[in-house]
């Protein structure tokens, strides 16, 4: 039998790329064993598509205010089923229609493994790139550098575990989440998962992501110079690559193949 997966996608206010990731969601080879969409929207644009439209058997949805991010994900956590959760957040997509097949048998031929991570795609100056490597525990003081939330594969049981997602936290609570599991076994397939939306609450939020991240760090593993360094390093190329030297300079980068470095 097949490893249950339940995709979670939350939304606010936008319906047609909530549309694009439900149509990415409906063309996997293997279905999902269900799809939670969580709407937080002040408009009935969501719910009225959703009621008014065929959609499949394993989507389902929840439409009421929420309290931010992290309450629209733990809303999708309590009420999913599955064995296996990834939050493919509205504008997201999957990189190709095998994705869950080829996450599901993962999961399937390690039956010890909590949670996986693969590359993923997005863009920066305007250039599309596919990133994303091992997640080294070690390394955490860099922040969701090798990974992203929506490249990841976790058990259900984590949750049980480890808890659900910070309510105090606006942007990093994906990373004070793999803080607590990183320990947890886990394995990196070395291919494209995602294909990640440009424009997210974190890019948009970058600096205060950045603090976010570092008292999350802190609160976790305590002070570290490494972190004010790394804090420094990312302030500094963040700056750098809003300049059209940076931009040029990245394109360079990319050219090089350096961009996964």
Not at 26 to 52: A, C, K, V
Not at 210 to 225: A, C, D, P, W
Not at 229 to 234: A, D, K, M, S
Request: with cysteine; hydrophobic share 40%; charged share 20%.
């Amino acid at each position: 039998m097949s490893v249950r997966i339940s995709v979670i996608t939350i939304c606010y206010n936008n319906l047609a790329e909530l549309i694009s990731t439900c149509v990415s969601v409906d063309s996997q080879e293997m279905p999902t064993f269900e799809h939670w969409i969580i709407d937080g929207s002040g408009t009935g644009d969501i719910r009225n598509y959703l009621e008014t439209h065929v959609q499949p058997s394993y989507r389902k949805w929840l439409c009421e205010k929420d309290q931010g991010i992290a309450d629209a994900f733990n809303k999708g956590v309590l009420r999913a089923t599955g064995d296996v959760i990834n939050m493919l957040n509205s504008a997201d997509t999957y990189y190709n229609n095998g994705v869950l097949k080829s996450v599901s048998a993962e999961f399937e031929m390690n039956p010890g493994l909590m949670w996986l991570h693969g590359k993923y795609q997005l863009q920066r100056r305007g250039v599309w790139v596919t990133i994303g490597k091992l997640f080294e525990a070690g390394k955490l003081y860099r922040g969701m550098r090798s990974l992203s939330h929506q490249s990841m594969f976790i058990r259900s049981e984590l949750h049980k575990r480890h808890g659900l997602y910070d309510l105090t936290l606006k942007n990093a609570m994906d990373y004070d989440f793999v803080c607590r599991i990183a320990k947890e076994r886990f394995i990196f397939l070395d291919q494209p998962l995602v294909v990640f939306a440009p424009g997210g609450v974190t890019d948009t939020n970058y600096l205060r992501s950045l603090k976010e991240t570092k008292e999350v760090y802190k609160k976790h593993f305590g002070g570290s110079g490494r972190l004010n360094l790394w804090q420094i390093r990312l302030k500094f190329l963040h700056y750098i690559l809003q300049s059209p030297v940076g931009g040029a300079l990245y394109k360079l980068k990319v050219w090089l193949k350096l961009e996964n470095a």
